[in-house]
């Protein structure tokens, strides 16, 4: 019989991402048999064996620094910047040791449901290091009671030295990282046949898979999710939304890479634009001799393009760049449609740019202080539709703006509409 294993990796503040992950499982009716986790993992895993999806999304709207430390150990700052964060932790380790997890302690309680958690037909574990006797403490559901279970959860949560050492019979306990931040192996200690592995990729030890015949399905953020230690309601609720979509990415739903796209938009933009987007880079190259071009052409994009032989990942690449060239939201779930358009719109609405300004700072070499990409993607744009060839010596230096510029070209001479 078929179990499949949800092992949640610790990773403090980007745990919102784990919740994401678990609204997509959900969405697909994937039904989860075993939860293992670790530090904030474990947190989420006591939630989900509960099934209380409402809870762990009440958990992850309501998290901020107020919600987690006491005001007198962590100030409330107007600009919550990443270094000012640290050197508060580095602040209350000096002075005390790490924070104190009381807090962390009291708004657990209003999340762990005993009765349902040990009523619950999905198995559990968790992992920490007893700090005193350095080594690895592994709980599993039978080995747990309503009176200890919480020591251990918030133990495992006690990432130390950001936090204070939790203490259980006299031995302090810290973080289960410092043994192994994604427990598949215990997964698989309590039966699991298929793990979903969903790594936060924070700092921790991670274990061989001991048994390699179990099938392990991997899940990490592949967009910028905050540091963390940063716990910001706003990050928090991004962070869900990228989980949610990896997910639905990972096993189908979705399509895309770090920008999400409804299922088959990518497929079928990419039969309807890809032979014309050929056509027109080798119209704008076609009786050139110039030695850039050979330069250019070895590049892999270009020589696909140029044999007729481009291939559907790398076509979706150049719209993903172009997304992140216009800075489009990452999070949200686009219709390749409403995408394009969007791509149109902001190029029409991107302000023209003196190429001499361009030339001056590739002479001063200063090309990381150079102007908006979007500048010069328009810059692009204009020299193709008004066929200046002058841009061919730019292209090397800005190939990622050249082939935006002309998959919008692309898209607009195929779309009254737009």
């Keep these: ?40 993992g474990a947190i989420n895993g006591m939630m989900i064996v ?22 007198e150990e962590f100030p409330k700052m107007e600009d919550p910047s990443l270094a000012k964060v640290y050197s508060q932790y580095v602040k209350a380790f000096i002075n005390e040791g790490g924070l104190n997890v009381s807090k962390m302690t009291k708004m657990f309680d209003s999340y762990f449901n005993p009765r349902k958690f040990f009523n619950s037909d999905i198995d559990y574990g968790v992992v920490t290091f007893n700090l005193s006797k ?49 427990p598949i192996n215990l997964a698989i200690d309590l039966g699991a046949t298929k793990i979903i592995a969903v790594d936060l990729r924070a ?29 910001d309601k706003e990050k928090a609720k991004e962070a869900v939304k990228f989980g949610y979509n990896d997910t639905m990415k990972t096993f189908g739903k979705l399509d895309g890479d770090k920008f ?42 270009f020589k696909e393009t140029i044999n007729r032989q481009i291939e559907y990942n790398n076509f979706n ?31 029409a609405n991107t302000t023209p740019i003196d190429m001499n300004i361009i030339k001056n700072k590739i002479i001063d070499r200063k090309i990381t202080q150079i102007i908006d990409s979007r500048q010069i993607v328009k810059y692009f744009y204009n020299c193709i539709i008004g066929k200046d060839m002058s841009m061919i010596k730019y292209i090397l230096l800005f190939r990622n703006e050249f082939l935006t510029a002309l998959y919008i070209y692309t898209v607009k001479g195929l779309s009254i509409n737009y």
Excluded at 158 to 169: E, G, L, M, R, W
Excluded at 203 to 231: H, M, Y
Excluded at 319 to 340: A, P, T, V
Aim: hydrophobic share 35%; aromatic share 14%; charged share 25%.
């Design 1 to 40: 019989m078929e179990k499949i294993g949800l092992v949640l990796s610790g990773g403090g503040s980007k745990g919102a991402y784990e919740a994401g992950v678990y609204k997509a499982l959900r969405k697909m009716h994937i039904k989860i048999n075993i939860v293992t986790g670790t530090s904030i």
């Design 50 to 71: 509960q099934k209380r999806h409402r809870s762990i999304m009440k958990f992850w709207k309501k998290v901020d620094f107020s919600a987690i430390y006491k005001e």
């Design 134 to 182: 350095r080594r690895p403490v592994i709980k599993t559901k039978k080995e747990l009671d309503r009176y200890n279970a919480k020591d251990y959860m918030v133990a495992s949560a006690s990432c130390y030295p950001a936090f204070k050492p939790y203490v259980i019979d006299g031995d302090l306990y810290i973080d289960g990282g410092y043994y192994d931040n994604l």
């Design 203 to 231: 700092v921790g030890f991670r274990r061989k898979i001991k048994d390699k015949s179990v099938e392990v399905t991997k899940i990490s953020p592949r967009n910028k999710i905050a540091s963390f230690l940063i716990f």
């Design 260 to 301: 999400t796209f409804r299922k088959h938009n990518l497929i079928n933009n990419y039969n309807k634009y890809n032979d014309i987007f050929e056509d027109k880079l080798n119209k704008i190259f076609n009786g050139i001799s110039n030695p850039i071009l050979s330069k250019i052409f070895q590049i892999p994009i």
């Design 317 to 347: 690449s150049i719209i993903e760049k172009s997304g992140e060239i216009f800075k489009f939201e990452e999070f949200i779930i686009y219709n390749i449609n409403s995408y394009n358009k969007g791509l149109l719109n902001a190029l």
